[in-house]
């Protein structure tokens, strides 16, 4: 891979670099082990003083290069692929955390990842404090306790589309010298890319633009390799001291900058096992090589819907980063000139009965749990995806109960209006 590969290049071409006579495109290695010569190879791989592979509930060879091609294009030192976006977070915040910590994160983020930080990781033992990603520094700062080890929020809001203010929010992290996780499922690297506004570590949902297809879960992780766990090494004791079920080894002395993503593979992936499967890895590729031109189509008709709808008189509000009207149009401007995503929420004046009635009236555009697809599809998410919150929750969370996610497909942009169209008539 050359280092002045571009987006669009690394998109088609990283990761997988064919050796004389080798398969051109990326092999599934549809095995679950590997075989040595000697018990001393493998030996020096348990004791992870050679790299290589022994078992795929670990690593496997297809991951590993999807992996690398998403590390390129957000410009990390090393990643890894994980069998969802929920598990690329867990792993992430358990990677930092242990009982006794604290996360500090924006409150407008993904149920399920609302969810895993409020409810199921507090039962281990770690906390959350939410906070409005939109308040001042002074005000975001108050959250913070001795023991907080990392802070946390999605470049776009899923479904929200707020976008986060990359900068303020690593500024705050840094400030209280933990790490700053963002998760930019939405906007992907090819829109926006956190490294370069400060973030330490990226987390992507790949089920979504990634995949592009709708046809596989998975996850991955992305560690810069900026963030200096020593320098804060009374805060991280997992990275920074000696892993007593690795022979007393510390990942940083032993890794250094590959310290985060190693620790991650040999402990949590070795203990807890959420791997991608190297099918979906395979499936995850192909959709990745045709990310860049995906992208700003999804933006284009999502550009194109949003302002019809603003202007129709059925349409109580709508909410879509590329609008002028929009509270994050100035910070999409900054962080993603070139577009935001496919997503965009509204609702209808009459509110939630006529919201249903309207989705059930829709012919192309389907009812799915998913977003960030070919297909254009529509949730309603106090029905479907946030149903477990309160209205409350609901109303921190930036959804109010007439919203609606539409995520804009790449179909012919008038097609999606006309199908809009005739069921705003019934
Ligand atoms: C979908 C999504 C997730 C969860 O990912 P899964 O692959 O469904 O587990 C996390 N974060 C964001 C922003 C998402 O859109």
């Excluded at 829109?191 to 570590?201: K, L, M």
Aim: charged content about 20%; overall charge negative.
């Amino acid at each position: 891979m050359e280092k002045t590969w571009k987006p669009e290049t690394l998109c088609v071409q990283a990761g997988w670099e064919p050796k004389n006579g080798e398969p051109r495109v990326l092999p599934i290695y549809q095995s679950t082990t590997f075989k040595y010569d000697t018990s001393e190879q493998m030996a020096r791989l348990f004791d992870l003083k050679d790299s290589g592979y022994f078992y795929t509930r670990l690593q496997n060879p297809t991951n590993d290069a999807v992996a690398a091609k998403i590390a390129a294009l957000e410009g990390g030192v090393a990643a890894m692929l994980t069998s969802s976006g929920q598990a690329a977070n867990f792993f992430t915040a358990f990677n930092i955390c242990e009982a006794g910590d604290h996360i500090v994160s924006a409150t407008s983020i993904y149920g399920g990842t609302f969810n895993l930080f409020a409810v199921t990781m507090k039962k281990m033992g770690v906390e959350c404090t939410f906070v409005d990603q939109d308040a001042p520094e002074e005000e975001i700062e108050k959250a913070f306790r001795p023991n907080t080890k990392m802070m946390f929020g999605e470049t776009l809001s899923n479904p929200g589309v707020m976008v986060l203010d990359i900068e303020k929010f690593a500024r705050i992290a840094h400030k209280h010298g933990v790490p700053l996780v963002v998760d930019n499922t939405f906007a992907t690297p090819i829109n926006c890319r956190p490294f370069e506004w400060g973030a330490d570590i990226v987390v992507h949902s790949t089920t979504k633009y990634m995949d592009g297809h709708a046809c596989c879960v998975g996850g991955c992780i992305v560690d810069s390799g900026n963030f200096d766990w020593e320098a804060h090494a009374d805060k991280f004791p997992g990275l920074c001291q000696p892993d007593e079920s690795y022979h007393g080894l510390t990942y940083t002395k032993a890794f250094g900058k590959l310290a985060f993503i190693t620790k991650a593979t040999s402990q949590l992936m070795r203990d807890l096992g959420s791997i991608q499967s190297p099918m979906n890895a395979f499936l995850l590729n192909l959709g990745l090589e045709s990310l860049h031109l995906r992208m700003p189509q999804h933006c284009k008709n999502a550009q194109t819907v949003a302002e019809w709808l603003e202007k129709n008189e059925h349409v109580a509000w709508v909410n879509y980063p590329g609008l002028k009207s929009n509270p994050s149009y100035a910070l999409a401007q900054k962080y993603m000139p070139n577009g935001s995503c496919g997503v965009l929420s509204f609702g209808l004046k009459g509110g939630r009965d006529v919201a249903i009635h309207f989705m059930d009236s829709l012919k192309l555009i389907a009812i799915v749990t998913h977003v960030a697809d070919a297909r254009t599809c529509i949730l309603h998410p106090a029905s479907h995806t946030h149903r477990q919150l309160s209205d409350e929750q609901l109303r921190e969370a930036g959804i109010a109960p007439d919203l609606m996610r539409l995520s804009v497909g790449i179909e012919n942009v008038d097609d999606i209006i006309a199908d809009i169209e005739q069921a705003l008539a019934k």
